[in-house]
């Protein structure tokens, strides 16, 4: 089992910047792709951001491409998500996942572990 927490939502203006931390205990850390799903009120989960378990990968979705950057300290056990330049369309519950493939990460279906989610909102 691996368990992940994440933590560092809230709420900013649009045009701010937020950073998202994922905490994970259990299995080996470093065995697992990581990245984050996001859910607004009334859609699906949808894929945000993942990154390999030795950082050399990284994958974005189209919509926060060149705004979001993923990031992972496999000492500490965390993963990092930096917002930048954020939208009111960015509003929306975070998700922290871990999957025990990089190449099934875009899917919810490919994914082994979920956080409880961390909201993030944000104003115009």
């Known amino acids: 089992q691996v368990q992940l927490v994440e933590s560092g939502g809230g709420l900013v203006q649009a045009g701010g910047s937020l950073r998202l931390s994922c905490a994970a205990s259990?299995?080996?850390?470093?065995?697992?792709?990581m990245g984050w799903f996001r859910q607004a009120p009334g859609k699906e989960r949808e894929f945000v951001a993942a990154i390999n378990w030795s950082a050399v990968n990284t994958d974005y979705a189209d919509t926060v491409k060149g705004r979001f950057t993923i990031s992972r300290d496999n000492a500490k056990n965390t993963m990092y998500l930096q917002m930048n330049s954020l939208k009111p369309e960015d509003t929306a519950v975070y998700y922290c996942?871990?999957?025990?493939?990089?190449?099934?990460?875009?899917?919810?279906?490919?994914?082994?572990?979920w956080g409880k989610g961390t909201l993030v909102t944000v104003s115009s």
């Open positions: 259990g299995r080996t850390f470093r065995n697992y792709a």
């Open positions: 996942a871990a999957a025990g493939s990089y190449s099934g990460f875009k899917t919810v279906n490919g994914i082994n572990y």
